[in-house]
């Protein structure tokens, strides 16, 4: 089964479908390779947390879809890792993204995030993803790992080509996996010459004073996996949740009259339409049974957590948007061992960025009709978000 369009396009009447039909579908992965595709919420929970569903490489049967491919400097990081490197790599990193240190940066957060809306001015006409949406976490975790304004307007494209690739464009993905490793090796060069106050001088210290901890692939992975991870999903959640109140001016009258609800608000955002629409691809080391389908061992598993998360089974009237729903379970930021590491993060952005739009514009809607999903099936979100805004009814 070939899906790839039509998840794209239309992933809830399909995920509905493919429900109904039976919870476990034979599909054709994004490269042609075949999958196994999970789609109800019980499954995917379970198998999200399944430690014989490996996140390695190399328990993947021949001919089967395999994801993403990078060289070893950049592969070698927590989304391709089981435990006990999995546990020891997440313990380097982990205790930067606490709930309790990501608190930490909300001031700053939404200092960026008045500055990037100061620069829109009073009114007039935007694509909210360039302008915003994906500038903000941009900023943030470039600042986070120590990155300096200059080397940060090319990371957008880079993401897009690898998650996003264009089809004219088939050099596009190894063109930014080369930019990429040449623009990390100089910076850790330079942060070894010159560490400062940032989580990536951090890290280097950790590799240079212990290499039984952190070989040097594995640093060069984990900045780019925090890099990437820390702006892709924040990025999608930001730009969906925007556009789902646009589509449901009912729901933002409610956080306008009380925007102290914003912040419990995210979670249905993230249920509705959350960031992505699979999960990064699981190997089973051992013959598995999903929903009544045994899965041989080495088969490429997909989980599918927008699918988890409209199951009427699970969340009722699922296909609607209510930020008065307890949203509490929802699967997408994942769930388990390989539960989002910049989930904390993802949220505070969201809610800072959502609160500093609708306290500053009055009228805001959308400039045009026709949306533009990028075509991926990892990232859900949009190419862009056209809107009109204003200050007020004078616009």
């Keep these: 089964m070939d899906l790839a369009d039509d998840l794209i396009t239309r992933p809830y009447d399909v995920y509905r479908s493919l429900r109904t039909a039976s919870p476990v579908h034979r599909i054709a992965g994004p490269d042609g390779q075949p999958a196994w595709l999970v789609t109800r919420y019980d499954d995917v929970r379970s198998a999200l947390a399944d430690p014989r569903l490996s996140l390695d490489k190399a328990h993947a049967r021949e001919g089967s879809y395999r994801g993403l491919a990078l060289p070893p400097a950049l592969d070698a990081n927590l989304l391709n890792m089981d435990p006990p490197d999995h546990t020891r790599l997440r313990r380097l990193v982990g205790r930067a993204f606490t709930p309790g240190r990501v608190e930490q940066l909300r001031k700053p957060v939404t200092a960026t995030a008045e500055r990037l809306l100061d620069a829109l001015g009073a009114q007039g006409t935007t694509d909210l993803i360039a302008a915003y949406a994906a500038p903000l976490p941009i900023t943030v975790i470039c600042e986070l790992l120590g990155i300096p304004d200059s080397h940060r307007r090319d990371f ?236 007020g009814p004078s616009r």
């Design 156 to 391: 957008r494209s880079w993401g897009s080509a690898l998650v996003a690739p264009d089809p004219s464009r088939p050099q596009a993905a190894k063109e930014a996996v080369v930019a990429m490793m040449g623009f990390f090796k100089d910076l850790m060069s330079h942060k070894r010459a010159s560490p400062a106050d940032d989580l990536l001088s951090d890290l280097i210290a950790v590799r240079d004073a212990d290499d039984d901890r952190l070989t040097e692939d594995e640093l060069m992975s984990l900045a780019f996996l925090i890099l990437f991870a820390g702006y892709e999903n924040s990025v999608q959640l930001i730009g969906n949740a925007v556009l789902a109140l646009l589509q449901h001016p009912d729901q933002m009258a409610l956080l306008r009259e009380d925007p102290a609800r914003i912040a419990g608000a995210v979670e249905e955002f993230a249920r509705f339409e959350g960031p992505a629409l699979l999960a990064i691809r699981r190997f089973p080391t051992q013959d598995v049974t999903i929903g009544g389908v045994t899965i041989p061992a080495g088969d490429t598993v997909l989980l599918s957590p927008s699918a988890a998360n409209r199951d009427p089974d699970r969340f009722s009237d699922p296909d609607r948007l209510d930020l008065g729903r307890d949203a509490a379970g929802h699967l997408a930021l994942g769930h388990g061992i390989h539960y989002c590491l910049g989930a904390p993060l993802a949220r505070l952005e969201t809610e800072i960025a959502l609160a500093a739009l609708l306290g500053r514009f009055e009228d805001l809607e959308l400039a045009g009709s026709e949306l533009r999903w990028r075509p991926s099936l990892r990232a859900r979100g949009l190419v862009e978000l056209p809107v009109r805004y204003g200050t």
